[in-house]
């Protein structure tokens, strides 16, 4: 059983950059594809990011590629989600996830609680 905890959100302006982490409380994430989710109010949960467990692959939806890089550190037990140039329609709240495969496509194994990231024009 692996235990998820995301931490990093807040608020910023426009334009400013934040670093989310996904830490792993209970259990190990190193065979475990992991991603990144978001959700705005009122909208469905929606990818933003995937990391093979090598970390050698990753994938990006398009609304935040070249703004946003994913990464992991096995030894550290850590996920990480680094934003940058950011908008305020990225606002939302901020899941990780783990499971066999790293895919833009749910189901997942494991997620966090969730992480609001707010950003103002």
């Known amino acids: 059983q692996v235990q998820l905890e995301e931490s990093g959100g807040g608020l910023v302006l426009a334009g400013g950059s934040l670093r989310l982490s996904c830490t792993a409380s209970r259990g190990s994430l190193s065979n475990y594809g992991l991603a990144w989710f978001r959700q705005a109010p009122g909208k469905e949960r929606e990818f933003v990011a995937t990391?093979?467990?090598?970390?050698?692959?990753?994938d990006y939806a398009d609304s935040v590629k070249g703004r946003f890089t994913i990464s992991r550190d096995n030894a550290k037990n850590t996920l990480y989600l680094q934003m940058n140039n950011l908008k305020p329609e990225d606002t939302a709240v901020y899941y990780c996830a783990a499971g066999a495969d790293a895919s833009r496509y749910p189901p997942y194994d494991y997620w966090g609680q969730g992480t609001q990231v707010t950003v103002s024009s």
């Open positions: 990391v093979s467990w090598t970390g050698v692959s990753t």
